[in-house]
């Protein structure tokens, strides 16, 4: 008869692999999170994007029509590709008469949160001398 101890046989105990499986586990959770998170911040960003445009448009209309805009608010529809948007347009008075400062909110149609918010001044066409 021998006395040496009994071997060992190669391979993970339970505990070990559950541990494994649990490290694992949490990683891919915090992988799908971060997709997730980037798939959301995506979306946004191109709806802000499109909101940018939209409120580019209004301001553009705007100056190619040579118009002195009546000071005050009006909201008008500005949809852009699959969103349907409005646009808020504030004019006021500028310390200079022949001006006009013009600010474009830009919101969905059912919310309230601003995509986007550009603002320019525009001058008085009619009163300047060619």
Sequence with gaps: ????PARRSAGFTMIEV???????AIALG???RAVGSLATNST???????AGWSA???????????QWPEIGSSVTA???ADLNL???????????????????AVRR?????????????IPNESRRSL
């Design 30 to 32: 915090a992988s799908l």
């Design 44 to 50: 946004r960003l191109h709806e802000r994007m499109l």
């Design 86 to 104: 409005r646009c808020i347009v504030t004019v006021r008075a500028t310390p200079n008469p022949l001006f006009r400062q013009v600010e474009v």
């Design 18 to 24: 559950l541990v494994a499986l649990a490290i694992i």
């Design 1 to 4: 008869m021998s006395l040496r």
């Design 78 to 80: 500005c949809p852009q």
């Design 109 to 121: 149609v059912n919310g309230n949160d601003t995509l986007a918010r550009i603002s320019t001044v």
């Design 56 to 66: 580019d448009n209004v301001l553009t209309t705007m100056r190619l029509a040579r």
